[in-house]
C-alpha cells in the first residue's frame, strides 16, 4: 500500500515539473531562441542542467520551508501526495485560464491548508512569506523603473545585439588537435554578446530551479518517504522533459511574457527577476519567478515612458509638463549609435513603441489577479478536503 501510494506521489510530482518545465523553459530562453542565439534543443539541455544545479543547492532552503517551516510537523505521505494533487489542480485552471499561476504560491497555499485544517500552521512563518510576496512586486517593479528610467536608454545605444549568417563557432582540423576558432562572419561583439546572452539564461534557469524544484519535490521529502536528493532528481527530470517537449511551444512565441519587448530589455529583466528570486529562495522564501518577470518588464516600461517629465516636473506638477504625451509602457527598440535617447525632460521620437506593443496593462490585472486568486483557491480546497478526510493527514 505505502509503495503504490508512493508510486502516486512520484507520479504527480513529474506531472507537476513536466508543467513547470514547460513554463519556466520558454519563459528563460524564449528571448534567445527567438533571436537565433541558442536553439529549443541546446536551451532545453542547458536548462535542465541548471534548474538541478539550483535546486540541489538554494532549493534546499525553500524545500525545507515547504516541508517543515509552514507547519509544525512534517508532511507525511499521503498529506505530501494530497498536496501535490492541489499543486496540479492550480496548474490546470491555469491552462484553462492561459495564465500562469504562479507555482510556488499554490503550493504554500495548499499546505497552508492543511495546517489550517489540522491546527498546526505556524502562523509566523506564513505572515513572513505573504509579506514577501507583497514586498516582491514593489521591488521588481521599481528596480524596473530605474532601469527603464536612466540605465536601458544609455545601454541600449551603445550594445547592438546581432546574430550573423553562419555558425558562430567551428572546428580548425589543421593540426592535429582541432581547435575551435570563429565561424566564417563571428565577430568579437557577435561572440562577446552571446556569452552574455547564455550566461544570463543559465542564471535564470540556476534561479528558476531554486525556487519550482521544492514545488515538486518538497510534499515527498523526510516523512512522505523520499531523500532530498532523489526527489531534487526526479523533479529535475521531469521539468527537463517539460523543456524539450512543451515548451518548445512556448519558446516559439519568444518567451511569453517577454516576447514583445526588444533582446536587450529582456536581459535586463531576466537579470533582475533571477536575482530576486535567488536572494529570496536562499533565505527560504518560496517565491515565483514569474512574479518578478511581470512587474519588472512593467517597471521597465514605466520608466522609459517617464524619460519626457523631470522630476521635479512631476513634483511641481508643471503645467508644461502635463502637456506632453507619455506612454505607459513605452520603449525605443531602435535606438542606434548617431541616434540617442532624448534627455530626460525632452519628448520622444516616433520610434517609441506604444505601452500595447510592449505589454498590456489589462494581462497585468490578469496576473496579478491570478496571484491572489491561485494561492486563495489551493488553500480553501485544501482546507476543505484535509477538513473531511483529517485521517489523510
Request: proline share 5%.
Amino acid at each position: 500500500m505505502v509503495e503504490t501510494l508512493l508510486l502516486i506521489g512520484v507520479i504527480a510530482s513529474i506531472f507537476v515539473g513536466f508543467n513547470i518545465g514547460g513554463s519556466s523553459t520558454g519563459i528563460t530562453w524564449g528571448p534567445s531562441v527567438g533571436a537565433g542565439i541558442v536553439t529549443k534543443t541546446t536551451a532545453a539541455a542547458v536548462m535542465t542542467v541548471f534548474v538541478f544545479l539550483g535546486g540541489i543547492t538554494v532549493g534546499r532552503n525553500v524545500m525545507e520551508t515547504l516541508s517543515e517551516g509552514i507547519i509544525t510537523t512534517d508532511l507525511t505521505l499521503t498529506s505530501g501526495v494530497a498536496v501535490l494533487f492541489f499543486i496540479g489542480l492550480g496548474i490546470l485552471v491555469a491552462n484553462v485560464f492561459g495564465v500562469p499561476v504562479p507555482t510556488s504560491m499554490t503550493t504554500v497555499g495548499a499546505i497552508a491548508g492543511l495546517g489550517l485544517a489540522t491546527g498546526t500552521l505556524n502562523y509566523e512563518t506564513i505572515a513572513e512569506i505573504i509579506s514577501w510576496w507583497v514586498v516582491t512586486p514593489i521591488i521588481g517593479f521599481w528596480i524596473g523603473g530605474i532601469i527603464g528610467r536612466y540605465i536601458y536608454p544609455a545601454v541600449n545605444r551603445r550594445v547592438d545585439i546581432e546574430t550573423t549568417d553562419g555558425p558562430l563557432l567551428t572546428l580548425e582540423r589543421r593540426g592535429t588537435v582541432p581547435k575551435p576558432a570563429f565561424g566564417p562572419n563571428t565577430t568579437w561583439t557577435e561572440f562577446g554578446t552571446t556569452v552574455v546572452v547564455l550566461v544570463i539564461g543559465c542564471y535564470m534557469a540556476f534561479s528558476a530551479g531554486a525556487s519550482n524544484v521544492p514545488n515538486a519535490a518538497a510534499p515527498l521529502v523526510g516523512d512522505a518517504g523520499l531523500e532530498v536528493n532523489t526527489a531534487v532528481v526526479i523533479a529535475t527530470l521531469a521539468i527537463g522533459l517539460g523543456g524539450f517537449t512543451i515548451a518548445r511551444r512556448t519558446m516559439d512565441s519568444v518567451g511569453g511574457e517577454l516576447s514583445d519587448i526588444p533582446l536587450l530589455a529582456a536581459l535586463f529583466v531576466m537579470v533582475t527577476a533571477s536575482t530576486i528570486t535567488t536572494v529570496l529562495s536562499y533565505i527560504g522564501i518560496p517565491i515565483s519567478l514569474v512574479m518578478g518577470t511581470v512587474m519588472t518588464i512593467v517597471g521597465i516600461g514605466w520608466g522609459r515612458a517617464t524619460r519626457p517629465i523631470t522630476f521635479r516636473e512631476a513634483v511641481t506638477r508643471d503645467s508644461e509638463a502635463r502637456e506632453r504625451e507619455i506612454e505607459l509602457g513605452a520603449i525605443v527598440a531602435e535606438e542606434k549609435a548617431d541616434e540617442p535617447a532624448p534627455p530626460i525632460g525632452e519628448a520622444e521620437a516616433e520610434e517609441v513603441l506604444h505601452g500595447s506593443d510592449l505589454f498590456n496593462p489589462r494581462a497585468v490585472i490578469k496576473y496579478i489577479s491570478m496571484w491572489i486568486i491561485g494561492p486563495s483557491m489551493s488553500t480553501l480546497l485544501a482546507y476543505g478536503f484535509f477538513t473531511l478526510l483529517p485521517g489523510v493527514a
